[in-house]
Structure formats: structure tokens, C-alpha cells
């Protein structure tokens, strides 16, 4: 492996849950590769966190080997990174455990994703749920990461990750644990569904209309693209104006991200012009973006062999460290060493 800054240690990861979509890629798998070339980077496919939602079980193995090809897909290139699969790592339960020894309640009651995902049924909800943030705390101490490239929606699990290492660090004296940086940015950190831009594109939304999965061919695309909900005035003439237009704001977003131009050149571009030949734009860009992905999952999807190969690879290099980092944790706690 070429040389990487040591001191910098990249580490992110999606759930396979299936319906993978525009907002993983925008928001996080795209920007993932552009830290490859400068620096160690782990991507982990959480298996573990998925079946914290009982839809999730069923198809977990097509699952986790479509997320390991999305990544290889969108350019991660599995010779200078770590890609593997947490439920391989036992390191991950491990240190899930001894954190949530140092995680009062009352930081995981603040936790909005489980309240949403939970419910009104809170009672019945697998406790699971209610400590995932806490095993994804220890997916990215684990390795004593310093930086996590996510999506919007993560910010408050991350914020409980710092917490929890520095309330870790602090009982034991010791700056075992780097406090890991998150790294939210581009204009598509939050991409919204299609059909309501006050709701985040989500891969268990029941309307596949809502989203673009990264497997969709280039007609549902387009026709996607062409249903997408908008209002009925017309196109935006500033970034001021798409304020309370949740929907044109979103469709501007995901056209700046995927052109990697400022939403105010987009806006510029399409002043006065109907919103039909916005939407035919940027069904062509997202065709152009996607559909290489697309094709090359396809493939990938096609040789389990070699992909099977890169996640046992992946999970040799991610046990190194985790198996030398518990070993330290535990000698820092003072547990009896067999
Ligand atoms: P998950 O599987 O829901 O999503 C994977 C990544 O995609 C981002 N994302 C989005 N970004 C923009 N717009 C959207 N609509 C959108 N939907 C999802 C997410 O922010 C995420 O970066 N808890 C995590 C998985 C995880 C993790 C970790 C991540 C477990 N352990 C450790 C980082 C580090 C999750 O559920 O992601």
C-alpha cells in the first residue's frame, strides 16, 4: 500500500438494508472517495445496526454485498482501502459493550432517531435500536478514527461518539480514544424525497417514487425525475427565493452536488425558463452519474467470488487493528488477561 498520512484515519459505513439511493451516494459514498488518495481510510458495511429493524433480516447477505459493490462501484478501490463487514469484527460488540458502561441513559434519550424509528411503541421497540448509537460509538473508536465523513442525519450520533470517548478518556485518565471529527459538507448532505421535500430521501420510505436507487435503470430515472413534486411557481430567480420551496430547493441541490457547481450558478443557468427543461437536465446528469455505477453493481453483483474476496481480505486488515486496540482497552480497565 502506497504511503497515507498516518496521523488521519477515515472511517464510515452504510447499513444494508437494500434501496440503496441518491442521498448514501450524495451524502456520503461520493465523498468518501476523494479521502483514498491522502489517507488510511475504513469503510465498514454495518450489518450489526441492520438488524436492529426486523424488515432488515430477511435479505441481509444480498444486502451487505450490494452495499461492498456500491462502494467499489462509485470508485473506493479496495487495494488502498479496508472494506469489510462489522459483524465479522468482533471487536465491535466488544467495545459496544464496555462504552455503554460509560453512556448515561439520559444522553440515548436524546436520541431522535429512535424516537422516530421507534414510534409510539417505545415499550415494544428492541433495545437494540435504542443502543445502536452506542455500537456505532464504538464501529469508529474501534479503530481510534479521527475523521467520519456522513450525512446530515448522523450529526447527533456522532456528537454521542465524542461524548462517549472523552467520557472514556476522562475515568481512565488517558487519551486513549482521538475525539473523531465529523465531516458533513457539499450541498447534498440532506437530499429529500421526491415526493416531499420536507421528508428526508430514505431507503425505507415505502414509495419507491420518493427516491433514485443506485441501481435504477435510466428510464425510471427520468421518469422519476420527471413525476418529482414541485409548486406551480416559477423557477427560482435567487437562493433566497427556494427558502420556503422545500422541493425546487432539493432538486437544485442534488443538480449543484452532482454538477459540483454552487446552487447559485444552477439557479442562474435556469432563471426564467420552464421547469421542464430543468428536470430534463437533470435527469441526463443524474443518468450520466448513476447509471456507470449502476451498470459496474451489476457486474460486480455478478462475481460473488471476487467480491467475497475483497470483504475477507477487508476483514483480516480491520481485525489487526481492532484486536490491538481492545488489547490495549483491556489492559487500560485492568481486565484479567488469559
Ligand atoms: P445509513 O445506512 O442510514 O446511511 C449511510 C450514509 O448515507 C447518509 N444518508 C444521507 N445523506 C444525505 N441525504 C440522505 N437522504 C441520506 N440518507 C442517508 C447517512 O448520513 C450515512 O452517512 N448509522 C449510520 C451507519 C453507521 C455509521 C457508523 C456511519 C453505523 N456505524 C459509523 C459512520 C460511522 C446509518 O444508519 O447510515
Same mark, same amino acid.
Given at each position: ?38 489517507? +488510511?481510510?475504513? @469503510? ?6 441492520? &438488524? /436492529?429493524?426486523?424488515?432488515? %433480516?430477511?435479505?441481509? !447477505?444480498? $444486502? ?108 481512565? +485518565?488517558?487519551? @486513549? ?6 465531516? &458533513? /459538507?457539499?450541498?447534498?448532505? %440532506?437530499?429529500?424525497? !421526491?415526493? $416531499? ?142
Amino acid at each position: 500500500m502506497e504511503k497515507k498520512k498516518e496521523s488521519k484515519l477515515i472511517f464510515s459505513g452504510v447499513q444494508p438494508t437494500g434501496n440503496l439511493h441518491l442521498g448514501n451516494y450524495l451524502g456520503a459514498i461520493k465523498n468518501w472517495v476523494k479521502y483514498q488518495e491522502d489517507s +488510511n481510510c475504513i @469503510f465498514c458495511i454495518v450489518d450489526l445496526h441492520a &438488524i /436492529t429493524v426486523s424488515e432488515n %433480516r430477511e435479505k441481509i !447477505l444480498d $444486502n451487505t454485498r450490494e452495499v461492498a459493490a456500491a462502494y467499489i462501484a462509485s470508485g473506493i478501490d479496495p487495494n488502498k482501502n479496508t472494506i469489510f463487514v462489522q459483524s465479522n469484527v468482533t471487536g465491535h460488540s466488544e467495545l459496544s459493550w464496555i462504552l455503554s458502561c460509560h453512556t448515561p441513559i439520559g444522553w440515548l434519550n436524546r436520541m431522535t432517531q429512535f424516537k422516530d424509528k421507534a414510534g409510539k411503541n417505545k415499550e415494544k421497540a428492541p433495545l437494540g435500536l435504542y443502543s445502536y448509537p452506542v455500537l456505532m460509538a464504538a464501529d469508529i473508536l474501534l479503530y481510534k478514527s479521527t475523521h467520519v465523513p456522513v450525512g446530515e442525519d448522523q450529526k447527533q450520533h456522532l456528537e454521542l461518539s465524542r461524548d462517549v470517548a472523552q467520557a472514556f478518556n476522562r475515568y481512565y +485518565n488517558q487519551e @486513549f480514544f482521538p475525539i473523531p471529527e465529523p465531516i &458533513i /459538507t457539499g450541498t447534498a448532505t %440532506r437530499v429529500m424525497s !421526491l415526493k $416531499n421535500g420536507l421528508n428526508k430521501m430514505s431507503k425505507s420510505d415505502p414509495s419507491d417514487q420518493s427516491r433514485i436507487n443506485l441501481m435504477d435503470d435510466s428510464i425510471s430515472i427520468i421518469k422519476k425525475i420527471q413525476k418529482a413534486r414541485t409548486d406551480s411557481e416559477p423557477f427560482p430567480k435567487s437562493l433566497e427565493e427556494m427558502d420556503n420551496r422545500p422541493e425546487i430547493n432539493n432538486l437544485i441541490n442534488i443538480f449543484s452536488a452532482l454538477s459540483e457547481d454552487l446552487p447559485q450558478n444552477v439557479v442562474a443557468q435556469y432563471v426564467g425558463k420552464d421547469f421542464k427543461f430543468f428536470k430534463e437536465d437533470l435527469s441526463d446528469l443524474v443518468n450520466q452519474k448513476i447509471s456507470n455505477i449502476s451498470t459496474e453493481m451489476h457486474k460486480l453483483l455478478k462475481d460473488l467470488n471476487y467480491l467475497d474476496l475483497i470483504l475477507k481480505k477487508g476483514c483480516q486488515k480491520a481485525n489487526e487493528i481492532a484486536e490491538k486496540n481492545v488489547k490495549d482497552l483491556k489492559k487500560i480497565i485492568g481486565f484479567f488477561e488469559a
